[in-house]
């Protein structure tokens, strides 16, 4: 199975300000995906990101609110920005494809607190 | 109708105890089914695919009804290690795109 990491593993971040998720994998992958998980909520996808293409973003998610970096096949990048307490949750990556076909991988998960 | 739907529970059980969770699905185009385990403030983890014949691993057997759009999971002899959120998960059809249901919550007791 894949090794995924992200940092930072949490933050509190004040109403107004930007963080960058980033999701580190040991090996490439074809597709990258980033979900946010609210208090006692399954998984809601944001957006898809695949390695020399735009982002591809989920009803109700936008790119100024949740830009995305994949500059290359180990590494995504997700930033939310100009936050709200509404951001508050669990964001998270995950992997899929390359050797890990059809299943998929989660990093831990970096846990945001928005005052 | 949600395009995956599970009972959210929590089904609490004791040790030794047998139960079952279903989980429906609206996408008849949907090919890939799976369960996944998420402990408390961990990230899910793959628990196992769902194949069309049905499939076991150990106490953990899986099946699938395609004609009904529902898939099961079933736990024999539960252990207390067995306590947490189990997530179905379905694809989009056409594209492997996974949807999440909401989880069923296990507990189990001494």
């Known amino acids: 199975s894949a090794v995924i990491s992200q940092k930072p593993s949490r933050d509190i971040c004040q109403r107004g300000t930007s963080l960058t998720i980033q999701c580190q994998v040991d090996?490439?992958?074809?597709?990258m995906f980033w979900y946010r998980q609210q208090p006692g909520q399954s998984l809601t996808l944001i957006a898809t990101a695949n390695q020399g293409s735009e982002a591809t973003y989920e009803s109700g998610f936008v790119i100024d609110k949740f830009p995305i970096s994949r500059p290359n096949l180990t590494f995504s990048t997700l930033t939310v920005s100009n936050m709200s307490p509404e951001d508050s949750s669990i964001y998270l990556c995950s992997v899929e494809g390359g050797s890990f076909t059809d299943t998929q991988y989660f990093g831990p998960g970096t846990r945001l607190t928005v005052l | 109708r949600k395009e995956v739907e599970q009972d959210p529970g929590p089904f609490n059980v004791p040790e030794g105890a047998t139960v079952a969770f279903n989980c429906t699905y609206s996408n008849s185009a949907s090919q890939s089914f799976f369960w996944y385990r998420q402990d408390c403030r961990k990230e899910p983890k793959l628990l196992m695919s769902v194949y069309s014949s049905g499939n076991e691993d150990g106490r953990f057997t899986a099946q699938l009804n395609r004609a009904s759009q529902y898939i099961s999971l079933l736990i024999r002899d539960s252990k207390l290690s067995d306590s947490a959120t189990y997530l179905c998960v379905v694809d989009r059809g056409g594209s492997y795109i996974p949807t999440f249901g909401r989880g069923t919550s296990l507990i189990v007791h001494p």
């Open positions: 090996s490439q992958v074809t597709m």
